[in-house]
């Protein structure tokens, strides 16, 4: 586009892959010429993966304000644990995640970093040579760590005679050591060669005169079987060893097994990829030096770090301001930035109104006229379909709702029982710690969420009360 060899037509239709991590100047710029051009745009991805590395979270907030088809159920995964462990990250529910994985031993700790990682490389090479038909990944958040750990993983294959003689290639990174039977990480996509960034494939051959590289891509959901490729390295230049690899080169990835080292940067976006690149298992090796003790772990692993858009400020500015222990004032200033973000909200609306090519409110009226047919023809299976097609957090808010209706009118009434109040207390324990709940449950029900956040409110009111008596009496 930049260049001006490639234009979009009103027969184009663009679908855009790990949406998520694109920024809103990279957004604005496609959904622009995508309209212009009368072309229709597909944007897939999880926003609460990987954060993207620009400014802003336009696929959210696109999202947020547009209707979207989600699929929650899980494939990758298999077994029904790390399949409900699956969700928890995609959720953010990160410590009950790990408590998951930990129950079934798949969490280990040592004393010391160095521990944890020659740990992980001698599971490695156990899984490796038991099962040399499965697929593996070691996952590292740093560069540093990468390069050790395969490093590592390199002289634990030499010692055990399974890696040929090495041959020095001037890559994209610098120089790098490849032999025959290494395995290769291949860094951007290549027609050609039918590599995209994140293929992993085995080195078959080496000729170090051409500088060509024989490489067997690993099989896929596509390929059953591996296809051989010849990497000519005098033009291509992005491959590393494909033994450990970063988290954010690892997004789309998959693979039988994975093994997590997390540190400090690690945070919910991050977890939630390092443990879901996995089909059969996922270890994770933890470092008593990193993490003094699980609630730390956990903590650090659970930090929400997704990304503001500017449209955040004018609809939550009260509660922006409380996390960052700003004093919101009426200032000139501020009501004149709220109004130019206003009006910037208005623009990127109607462009993304000329995205979907529809008069979005005519479909609604033809879709709200349909499903009243529906309903009185099929209401049964009407309202299983509707079900169906609601996202985790509606259906959690919905059965919430079920849960809670009981209680409405003795709330209402200020007459709850004793029995009611901790069973009430049980059950709303949920909803302050989990936005997207909350989120649904205020949209679908906001009667109930009225009385339960004044429930919530007067119920902390009360803790804290008591919490003060307590410490009188200690006095």
Same mark, same amino acid.
């Given at each position: 586009?930049?260049?001006?060899?490639?234009?979009?037509?009103?027969?184009?239709?663009?679908?855009?892959?790990?949406?998520?991590?694109?920024?809103?100047?990279?957004?604005?710029? !496609?959904?622009?010429?995508?309209?212009?051009?009368?072309?229709?745009?597909? !944007?897939?991805?999880?926003?609460?993966?990987?954060?993207?590395?620009?400014?802003?979270? /336009?696929?959210?907030?696109?999202?947020?304000?547009?209707?979207?088809?989600?699929?929650?159920?899980?494939?990758?995964?298999?077994?029904?644990?790390?399949?409900?462990?699956?969700?928890?990250?995609?959720?953010?529910?990160?410590? *009950? &995640?790990?408590?998951?994985?930990?129950?079934?031993?798949?969490?280990?700790?040592?004393?010391?970093?160095?521990?944890?990682?020659?740990?992980?490389?001698?599971?490695?090479?156990?899984?490796?040579?038991?099962?040399? %038909?499965? %697929?593996?990944?070691?996952?590292?958040?740093?560069?540093?760590?990468?390069?050790?750990?395969?490093?590592?993983?390199?002289?634990?294959?030499?010692?055990?005679?399974?890696? =040929?003689?090495?041959?020095?290639?001037?890559?994209?990174?610098?120089?790098?050591?490849?032999?025959?039977?290494?395995?290769?990480?291949?860094?951007?996509?290549?027609?050609?060669? %039918?590599?995209?960034?994140?293929?992993?494939?085995?080195?078959?051959?080496?000729?170090?005169?051409?500088?060509?590289?024989?490489?067997?891509?690993?099989?896929?959901?596509?390929?059953? *079987?591996?296809?051989?490729?010849?990497?000519?390295?005098?033009?291509?230049?992005?491959?590393?060893?494909?033994?450990?690899?970063?988290?954010?080169?690892?997004? =789309?990835?998959?693979?039988?097994? &994975?093994?997590?080292?997390?540190?400090?940067?690690?945070?919910?976006?991050?977890?939630?990829?390092?443990?879901?690149?996995?089909?059969?298992?996922?270890?994770?090796?933890?470092?008593?030096?990193?993490?003094?003790?699980?609630?730390?772990?956990?903590?650090?692993?659970?930090?929400?770090?997704?990304?503001?858009?500017?449209?955040?400020?004018?609809?939550?500015?009260?509660?922006?301001?409380?996390?960052?222990?700003?004093?919101?004032?009426?200032?000139?200033?501020?009501?004149?930035?709220?109004?130019?973000?206003?009006?910037?909200?208005?623009?990127?609306?109607?462009?993304?109104?000329?995205?979907?090519?529809?008069?979005?409110?005519?479909?609604?009226?033809?879709?709200?006229?349909?499903?009243?047919?529906?309903?009185?023809?099929?209401? /049964?299976?009407?309202?299983?379909?509707?079900?169906?097609?609601?996202?985790?957090?509606?259906?959690?808010?919905?059965?919430?709702?079920?849960?809670?209706?009981?209680?409405?009118?003795? !709330?209402?009434?200020?007459?709850?029982?004793?029995?009611?109040?901790?069973?009430?207390?049980?059950?709303?324990?949920?909803?302050?710690?989990? %936005?997207? !709940?909350?989120?649904?449950?205020?949209?679908?029900?906001?009667?109930?969420?009225?009385?339960?956040?004044?429930?919530?409110?007067?119920?902390?009111?009360?803790?804290?009360?008591?919490?003060?008596?307590?410490?009188?009496?200690?006095?």
């Amino acid at each position: 586009l930049d260049k001006g060899m490639f234009h979009f037509t009103s027969r184009d239709i663009l679908v855009v892959d790990e949406a998520g991590m694109l920024g809103s100047r990279t957004m604005e710029r !496609l959904t622009r010429e995508v309209a212009q051009a009368g072309a229709k745009l597909v !944007l897939v991805g999880d926003w609460q993966q990987l954060q993207a590395i620009e400014a802003g979270a /336009s696929f959210r907030a696109i999202a947020e304000n547009y209707q979207y088809v989600e699929l929650n159920q899980i494939r990758r995964q298999t077994t029904p644990w790390q399949m409900d462990a699956s969700l928890d990250l995609a959720q953010g529910a990160v410590g *009950k &995640a790990l408590l998951a994985y930990d129950a079934h031993d798949h969490v280990h700790r040592f004393g010391t970093t160095d521990d944890a990682k020659h740990a992980l490389i001698e599971q490695w090479n156990d899984v490796r040579i038991a099962s040399p %038909s499965d %697929s593996q990944i070691i996952l590292a958040y740093t560069r540093k760590d990468v390069k050790e750990l395969n490093e590592m993983a390199r002289a634990m294959k030499r010692k055990d005679g399974q890696l =040929g003689e090495d041959v020095v290639f001037n890559m994209e990174r610098g120089e790098r050591s490849f032999a025959v039977n290494d395995r290769v990480y291949f860094l951007k996509r290549e027609d050609s060669l %039918s590599v995209i960034n994140g293929t992993l494939g085995t080195i078959q051959g080496i000729d170090a005169k051409s500088g060509l590289i024989t490489v067997a891509l690993d099989a896929d959901d596509l390929n059953s *079987k591996p296809q051989i490729v010849q990497v000519n390295t005098n033009y291509y230049k992005h491959m590393e060893h494909g033994y450990a690899a970063t988290v954010y080169k690892a997004q =789309g990835v998959t693979v039988d097994r &994975a093994y997590v080292l997390p540190t400090a940067h690690y945070d919910a976006h991050s977890t939630y990829v390092a443990m879901t690149r996995h089909r059969k298992s996922c270890d994770v090796f933890v470092s008593r030096e990193v993490f003094a003790h699980d609630k730390a772990l956990i903590h650090a692993l659970s930090r929400n770090r997704a990304k503001d858009i500017t449209l955040d400020y004018t609809h939550m500015q009260g509660e922006f301001a409380r996390q960052r222990g700003l004093i919101l004032d009426k200032s000139p200033a501020l009501s004149l930035s709220s109004e130019r973000v206003r009006t910037s909200e208005r623009s990127i609306e109607s462009l993304l109104n000329q995205v979907m090519g529809r008069d979005l409110q005519k479909e609604q009226q033809k879709l709200d006229a349909f499903e009243q047919q529906c309903l009185k023809e099929n209401p /049964s299976q009407v309202l299983h379909i509707a079900d169906s097609l609601l996202s985790i957090a509606e259906r959690q808010a919905k059965s919430l709702a079920r849960s809670f209706e009981p209680y409405s009118k003795a !709330l209402a009434q200020n007459r709850l029982t004793s029995e009611q109040q901790d069973k009430l207390v049980r059950l709303m324990g949920q909803l302050p710690g989990d %936005s997207q !709940l909350m989120n649904a449950f205020k949209k679908d029900y906001p009667e109930f969420a009225k009385q339960a956040e004044h429930f919530i409110k007067r119920n902390e009111q009360e803790v804290h009360r008591i919490r003060i008596i307590d410490k009188e009496l200690d006095i």
